[in-house]
């Protein structure tokens, strides 16, 4: 299973670092993503990294901005989030890639609210 | 980027029904196409991909088909528990891009 932690109330231009917590298979195996949903709105693609770390894309919305990694050791994948805006507003899911992309388990998410 | 449009945004239907939600892609996509089902406050659920590959544990009235630009979900015979908005999604090139979804509601 996958468990997200991290989100939190933020002012705009703040700082915020969500953790997947991966449990029940060997992690290190599997190529990971992050999706979002704003409040009322559809899935919204965030970032990808591949097994290794080193493969690493971004959604233009939140390139330069935000940064995935994970530690395969501590069976963990991350985002980093800066200069965070109101429109990342959302509840972000941590999601497990099965093969050629699908996206087959997926955490319950963690909200991220960005307001003043 | 891919655009992925669904049809209908929403669809009212009745338990035993036959319900088929379309999906087409702004260019080819080949097989690279994948459907997800959302219930409100749960996270999304994986039903089938590769368009047509039907997910472990997942009730075969579900089916989908389709290449190219141009893919269907069919539910066979609608379940109580299948109202819900479904997805589809697009992991043929980078960005991975959504369907707007399609709210199946009971009738």
């Known amino acids: 299973q996958l468990v997200e932690s991290g989100g939190d109330l933020v002012q705009p231009g703040g700082s915020l670092r969500l953790s997947c917590a991966a449990s029940?298979?060997?992690?290190?195996?599997?190529?990971m993503n992050w999706v979002r949903q704003a409040p009322g709105k559809g899935l919204e693609w965030v970032s990808y990294?591949?097994?290794?770390?080193?493969?690493?894309y971004y959604a233009d919305s939140v390139k330069g901005r935000f940064s995935i990694s994970r530690d395969n050791a501590k069976n963990s994948l991350y985002l980093q989030m800066n200069s965070l805006r109101a429109e990342d507003t959302a509840l972000y899911y941590c999601?497990?890639?099965?093969?050629?992309?699908?996206?087959?388990?997926w955490g319950q998410g963690t909200m991220v609210t960005v307001s003043s | 980027d891919i655009q992925m449009t669904q049809s209908p945004s929403s669809l009212s239907a009745s338990v035993g029904d036959r319900v088929t939600i379309t999906c087409r892609a702004s260019?080819?996509?080949?097989?690279?196409l994948n459907w997800y089902q959302q219930k409100p406050g749960k996270a999304p659920k994986f039903l089938i991909y590769?368009?047509?590959s039907l997910q472990s544990g997942v009730p075969s009235r579900f089916s989908g088909s389709g290449s190219g630009t141009d893919f269907t979900l069919t539910i066979s015979s609608l379940q109580p528990e299948d109202f819900a908005t479904y997805y589809c999604?697009?992991?043929?090139?980078?960005?991975?891009?959504f369907g707007q979804g399609t709210r199946l509601e009971i009738k």
């Open positions: 590769a368009a047509s």
């Open positions: 990294i591949d097994t290794t770390g080193i493969n690493i």
């Open positions: 999604q697009q992991s043929y090139s980078t960005p991975i891009t």
């Open positions: 029940g298979f060997t992690f290190s195996s599997y190529e």
């Open positions: 999601a497990r890639v099965l093969v050629r992309g699908a996206l087959d388990i």
């Open positions: 260019q080819t996509i080949s097989t690279y």
